[in-house]
Every structure is written in structure tokens, then in C-alpha cells.
């Protein structure tokens, strides 16, 4: 007795052996292949555009998204959201950035220069080191010479996206003589991938007070 759930071959096929026979089973398999193929392949092209999608989600999250630094060990609302400082950011930046460049000793210089150094992009770094190296042959020579500089509060201090402009006062002791000079520092800068670096420190319109 055959059995119900048995698929039953066409009588034709029994046995059979002609090569038209084993032709459609080649068909048929080749045209099952073809389709995986063709899913796979769509599958590996889904994947292709998921990761797109994924990358530029991911790009533009650390565009926004807010880095907290917190320079010197200050606090406050320091941060740097993308390429852009918050002002308290800038604020305390700009009042390192003075103390360390413009208030020093023969003793404390080159601490204090190396430190300055270690915000300096590595484009800038050669030019603001030779610059800073002059400073301390200078006080090679002059061991009584001492700087101290202010930012003065009768002007602003003034803040673009890739600049900073500081009015400030030196006091300037050598010997005992002491001299007040008046002038601006001009801070370059730079923020990439939410890094401050420092590119270039110029004295501008300096002039001796007087008495």
C-alpha cells in the first residue's frame, strides 16, 4: 500500500534517465542559485547603504555634540560644542594664555614657556619656541628682570572664531626701574576635534606710559 503523504513521481520520470531529464534539474538548480545570488547580493547593498546612513548620523553627532574641558584645573562652563569654545571657555583660555606669555621671572620662565608650549599647534610650534627662546636669553643675560601683565578692564577684550584680542598692561622691572607699557596681544587660534590649540601670539600698538 502506498503511502498517503508520499509525493508521487510522474510515471514519465520514473527511471528515467534521458538527458533532457537531467537538463531540467540543471535548469532548475541554476535558476535557484541565480535567485540567492541576487538576494544576497541585494542584502550586501542594504548593508552598504545602513553603514552610510550609520557614518553620517555618527559625523554629524560629533559635530554636536558637547566636549567638556576643563583647562588648569579651573571650573565653570568651560566646553566646546563642534569647533566653537563656549565664552567661559574662552574667557579662562585667554587668561592663562596672558599669565603664561606675559608674567615671569628668570626663574620661572622656562616652566612656564614650556607649559604655554604644550597648547601650541604643531604648525606654530617651531616659530612660538624660537620666539620664547629669545625671552630666555634675555633673561640669561638680565637674571633681575622680571614681566608682569595684566588685562586692563578699561578696554574689552574682544573674541572672533579664530582670534582673540587683549588689552593688557606689562610692568617691566630691571635693576629696580620699574616701567608700565600699554598695548594689545593678538591670540590665534584654532579648535579641532575639540582641542584648543594656540598658532600664533603678537604685541600690537605698544606704547610707554606716561608720566
Do not use: C
Not at 92 to 103: D, E, F, Y
Amino acid at each position: 500500500m502506498a503511502h498517503p503523504f508520499r509525493r508521487k513521481v510522474p510515471p514519465d520520470m520514473i527511471g528515467d534517465t534521458r538527458p533532457s531529464w537531467h537538463l531540467h534539474r540543471y535548469l532548475q538548480g541554476s535558476a535557484n542559485l541565480f535567485e540567492e545570488n541576487r538576494l544576497l547580493k541585494f542584502a550586501i547593498a542594504g548593508l552598504f547603504g545602513i553603514t552610510a546612513v550609520l557614518g553620517t548620523v555618527i559625523y554629524t553627532s560629533n559635530q554636536n555634540q558637547r566636549t567638556v574641558i576643563v583647562p588648569f584645573g579651573a571650573g565653570g562652563d568651560l566646553y566646546v560644542t563642534g569647533s566653537k569654545p563656549s565664552m567661559g571657555y574662552l574667557r579662562t583660555i585667554t587668561r592663562n594664555i596672558v599669565s603664561l606669555s606675559g608674567t615671569y621671572s628668570a626663574y620661572s620662565a622656562d616652566r612656564q614657556f614650556q607649559e604655554l608650549l604644550s597648547l601650541v599647534h604643531p604648525s606654530a610650534y617651531n616659530a612660538l619656541r624660537d620666539s620664547l627662546n629669545r625671552l630666555l636669553d634675555e633673561l640669561a643675560n638680565n637674571p633681575t628682570l622680571s614681566i608682569a601683565t595684566y588685562i586692563r578692564t578699561d578696554k574689552p577684550v574682544t573674541y572672533t572664531d579664530t582670534e582673540i584680542l587683549a588689552p593688557i598692561e606689562k610692568v617691566r622691572v630691571i635693576g629696580g626701574v620699574i616701567r608700565k607699557f600699554r598695548g594689545d596681544l593678538r591670540i590665534r587660534f584654532v579648535v579641532d576635534n575639540g582641542r584648543f590649540w594656540l598658532t600664533s601670539l603678537s604685541e600690537e600698538n605698544f606704547s610707554a606710559e606716561t608720566r
